[in-house]
């Protein structure tokens, strides 16, 4: 059964993440009691936006069971590791999303039998993703104090991610978190375009600040 998750997916992109909620809340109850991988895996994103842990982890475990393809639980096992890291178990995190990068490394010349599409671009969509996980692992490296791997991890994703949206936007709000202010200076034009023509203000404004008065954009919740 072929599903729309985009009108969910802009409202979480352009910050209404209780729209979006209560959108995938609506999708989740057509699709019970069998459940669906996408649906639980963007409601579970949604619960853990909101400080809901607990239905995130269940959504996450939910989606993870559901999955059928390794890009899939590749990545759902990225989504996941932002559980524990939000509550501070970097630990728990790694171990998330060392696996994600395990199911999503794009140089693996195995096809993966339960995705069905030649394999090229079983591989060409691998790399984007393998290229965001690694962004998620720069978050913990950055919250473990490993600046330098963080450091080298997101010049890589930079590169690779360019023109890749909603990741490029994502992985550069985060980045500009924990890099001195030379480099958030450098990166707060393109950051702010995209949060700007995606019109998400909440992220426009989150931008702003974490460049400039980066204590306050601290506040906000990613």
């Given at each position: 059964m072929s599903i729309d998750l985009s009108q969910g997916g802009r409202m979480l992109n352009s910050g209404d993440t209780k729209g979006a909620l209560r959108f995938f809340e609506n999708l989740r109850e057509s699709f019970n009691p069998v459940g669906n991988a996408e649906v639980e895996q963007m409601y579970g994103i949604c619960q853990r936006m909101l400080g809901n842990y607990d239905e995130a982890e269940a959504a996450f475990e939910s989606a993870y069971r559901l999955a059928r393809t390794r890009i899939h639980k590749g990545r759902i096992q990225r989504d996941?590791?932002?559980?524990?890291?939000?509550?501070?178990?970097?630990g728990r995190a790694m171990k998330f999303i060392e696996g994600s990068l395990a199911l999503l490394k794009y140089d693996d010349n195995t096809p993966d039998p339960e995705d069905g599409r030649?394999?090229?671009?079983?591989?060409?969509e691998r790399k984007i993703e393998y290229f965001t996980s690694l962004g998620f692992r720069c978050r913990i490296d950055a919250k473990n104090g490993n600046i330098s791997r963080a450091r080298v991890g997101y010049k890589m994703t930079r590169q690779m991610l360019r023109d890749v949206r909603p990741y490029e936007l994502n992985s550069l709000a985060w980045e500009l978190k924990?890099?001195?202010?030379g480099l958030r200076y450098e990166l707060f034009p393109r950051a702010f375009k995209l949060a700007w023509k995606d019109r998400n203000w909440k992220r426009s404004a989150q931008v702003f600040l974490l460049t400039f008065c980066r204590p306050i954009g601290l506040l906000f919740k990613n």
């Open positions: 996941w590791c932002m559980v524990p890291l939000v509550q501070g178990d970097t030649p394999f090229f671009q079983q591989e060409a924990f890099v001195p202010f």
